[in-house]
């Protein structure tokens, strides 16, 4: 310290410096070890619990023990994991038992405590849970995630909405199906299709007739996944106006009956060319006889792709069999439909060898 103290300013700095770095470095350490033991305590007390809890709750859909264990809060996040794990095959629904176990647990108190929970996972199984025990005392404690800048926090809050109340929640989800870019279409369509149609179809339908041409086809592609009877109209109405291309190209997507060729076929001509692609594949999924006729036509199409999907249509017709593709085959004076059917039974055959 008497060197120290007879030393240079700037070497005593360097000094006291070292010393900082060195105890912040030991109390940074220290804080690693420690939150690290924590973790693995967790761990280990989650596993314990979901060892202790899966045997009973796995049982439950078909009969419950006659009395549960108390549900201690350590076991709580381990509780929750195999509660939502034994839900998903039945697709959101439960059972009789399932329910008792909760009501004996006092589930639904405890997932209320957990939607405030600070770990991310924790908040967002505590969601799934409760649409699970499909209470609708739960409905406005569920609400208040569905705006949650998390996508797959406000999903998982629009899934457990559906389970409890479907016909409280459709309003709810329409207008952030719309304003919500960020939700996966594949989560939005599985989460309608869980659902009765009767509760979705209309609220759904209403919505696509208020829709932008920019929502619309994100509309329509749920509403025929729900009901394709309810979204026919609304295809055979953007089908024959042929306004917007892209609602256009949604709807022949969408397509499940014959009822609305008629307003198809006229594309087969449209000056798009990925419009005439199109309506060749509708064609070929829902042709009728003498529709072949017309995919035979576009076999020479000046647009490579064209010739390609109507050849796949043609050969892909439920009415068409080989000996009558040999006959097309062989009827065409054209170089390009002659090649693009080769091309396709070609691939047709490796597909069959591999």
């Keep these: 310290m008497v060197l120290l103290t007879d030393a240079a300013p700037i070497v005593r700095f360097a000094f006291w ?5 060195v105890a912040m470095t030991l109390v940074m350490l220290t804080v690693i070890l420690v939150m690290r033991r924590l973790a693995l305590r967790r761990e280990r007390r989650h596993a314990r619990a979901i060892a202790l809890w899966r045997p009973l709750i796995v049982a439950t859909p078909s009969g419950a023990p006659a009395a549960m264990p108390e549900l201690r809060d350590g076991d709580a996040s381990g509780f929750i994991q195999v509660w939502n794990e034994v839900h998903e095959p039945l697709r959101g629904l439960t059972t009789e038992n399932l329910a008792r176990i909760a009501r004996e647990v006092g589930l639904e108190e405890r997932l209320y405590g957990a939607l405030h929970a600070i770990t991310f996972h924790d908040r967002v199984m505590a ?20 705006d949650d800048k998390s996508p797959i926090m406000s999903l998982c809050a629009a899934r457990a909405l559906m389970q409890v109340d479907p016909v409280q929640a459709i309003p709810e989800l329409v207008p952030r199906i719309v ?21 979705v179809a209309e609220p759904l339908a209403r919505a696509l007739g208020q829709a932008n041409a920019e929502s619309a086809p994100r509309l329509l592609r749920f509403l025929a996944g729900v009901s394709p ?16 291309e892209v609602m256009v190209s949604t709807c022949l997507q969408v397509m499940t009956g014959p009822d609305e060729l008629d307003c198809v076929r006229p594309l087969l001509a449209h000056p798009r060319w990925h419009l005439r692609m199109q309506a060749a594949v509708t064609l070929g999924r829902l042709g009728v006889p003498g529709d072949e006729q017309r995919l035979i036509g576009m076999l020479s199409d000046r647009q490579w792709w064209v010739r390609y999907r109507a050849s796949q249509a043609l050969l892909g017709l439920r009415f068409i069999s080989a000996e009558r593709v040999q006959e097309i085959r062989a009827a065409q004076v054209d170089a390009y439909a002659q090649g693009i059917i080769d091309h396709v039974l070609a691939e047709r055959a490796i597909g069959e060898a591999t």
């Design 17 to 21: 410096l070292g010393v900082a770095v």
């Design 179 to 199: 304003e919500r870019t960020d939700w996966s279409q594949g989560s939005i369509a599985a989460i309608l299709q869980e659902s009765n149609e009767a509760a």
């Design 127 to 146: 969601v799934i849970a409760l649409g699970h025990v499909r209470n609708e005392a739960s409905f406005s404690h569920i609400v208040r995630h569905l």
């Design 229 to 244: 009877g309810a979204a026919a109209p609304h295809i055979r109405a953007n089908l024959g106006s042929a306004a917007d």
